[in-house]
């Protein structure tokens, strides 16, 4: 089984920072893609940004030149540095991937979630 356990988040006044950790644990061979998504009150899940093992990053439209998503394939851990934060990136984030594990085929895991309170 692999766990995925999110930390970081808080209650941030607008144009304050935060920086997001999600560590994976398990029978991991690999891990691929990992991602961050968020939900805010009364809305949809949405991707917020995403990162290869290769390194390569994608982001939503709204978070571009703001957040910036890394990892550490050694810890098999990936990070969200939120900078500038405004009221609307408040809600609870989630961190997934695609694991490998052994014995199995790849497939995608999900954290328990970290709130993030932007006041304005």
């Known amino acids: 089984q692999v766990r995925l356990v999110e930390s970081g988040g808080g209650l941030v006044q607008a144009g304050g920072s935060l920086r997001l950790s999600c560590a994976a644990s398990g029978a991991i061979v690999s891990i691929n893609t990992m991602r961050w998504y968020r939900q805010a009150p009364g809305k949809q899940r949405e991707l917020v940004a995403a990162i290869t093992s290769g390194g390569s990053t994608t982001y939503a439209d709204s978070v571009k030149g703001r957040f910036t998503i890394s990892r550490d394939n050694a810890k098999n851990t990936v990070y969200l540095q939120m900078d500038s934060l405004k009221p609307e990136d408040t809600g609870d984030y989630y961190c997934?991937?695609?694991?490998?594990?052994?014995?199995?085929?790849?497939?995608?895991?999900w954290g328990q979630g970290t709130q993030v309170t932007v006041s304005s």
């Open positions: 997934n991937a695609d694991v490998k594990t052994w014995g199995a085929a790849i497939r995608d895991y």
